[in-house]
T-cell receptor, first 115, second 111 residues
Framework: ETGVTQTPRHLVMGMTNKKSLKCEQHLGHNAMYWYKQSAKKPLELMFVYNFKEQTENNSVPSRFSPECPNSSHLFLHLHTLQPEDSALYLC??????????????FGSGTRLTVV | GNSVTQMEGPVTLSEEAFLTINCTYTATGYPSLFWYVQYPGEGLQLLLKATKADDKGSNKGFEATYRKETTSFHLEKGSVQVSDSAVYFCALTHSGYALNFGKGTSLLVTP
């Protein structure tokens, strides 16, 4: 266990479904992140939250909607996804954004398949 | 903008062989540099880091030296094991921005 827990581990959803990914960290960190990992592509930063406030949105389509109710929890709400959205979605946390000394702590990810 | 370029994989080595995975970066100033490792079915784990020029990060037999003059942070290990089979990611962070990753290099070590 890394201290960052993601649920579910696997998710299969239809294009008309609505689902949510959950991330929880028990490290006392102040910043949380969503990354998308697709085959043969670099990890794509999606969203950054610092002290519950969204500080970065990397031109992510509106069918992905993040929510950060407190510094320990981060959600990614999904609706009307496309097959190309199938990927591993990784949550990470750090003491502060751009943490130079300690890096990020990642969860194990949610493997999403859109059918 | 900031970016990281890694050598293309997959890299296949025999056990006890020497490993080098190349990483170069583009950034203004002095970013912090990292290597992360991802084992099958898991998230990324921090392997080592360096925060200033000429720093050497090391962990589990892996090493990388921050070379400002060549903008490089190559990962090396003198004798790889089967358990080192994984995907390795070079990354940087700078000026408070979030981590920026390379595409990853897959390593397979055979007995």
């Amino acid at each position: 266990e890394t201290g960052v827990t993601q649920t579910p581990r696997h998710l299969v959803m239809g294009m008309t479904n609505k689902k949510s990914l959950k991330c929880e960290q028990h490290l006392g960190h102040n910043a949380m992140y969503w990354y998308k990992q697709s085959a043969k592509k670099p990890l794509e930063l999606m969203f950054v939250y610092n002290f519950k406030e969204q500080t970065e949105n990397n031109s992510v389509p509106s069918r992905f909607s993040p929510e950060c109710p407190n510094s320990s929890h981060l959600f990614l709400h999904l609706h009307t996804l496309q097959p190309e959205d199938s990927a591993l979605y990784l949550c990470a946390s750090s003491q502060d954004p751009g943490q130079g000394n300690y890096g990020y702590t990642f969860g194990s990810g949610t493997r999403l398949t859109v059918v | 903008g900031n970016s990281v370029t890694q050598m293309e994989g997959p890299v296949t080595l025999s056990e006890e062989a020497f490993l080098t995975i190349n990483c170069t970066y583009t950034a203004t100033g002095y970013p912090s540099l990292f290597w992360y490792v991802q084992y099958p079915g898991e998230g990324l784990q921090l392997l080592l880091k360096a925060t200033k020029a000429d720093d050497k990060g090391s962990n589990k037999g892996f090493e990388a030296t921050y070379r400002k003059e060549t903008t490089s942070f190559h990962l090396e290990k003198g004798s790889v094991q089967v358990s080192d089979s994984a995907v390795y990611f070079c990354a940087l962070t700078h000026s408070g921005y979030a981590l920026n990753f390379g595409k990853g290099t897959s390593l397979l070590v055979t007995p």
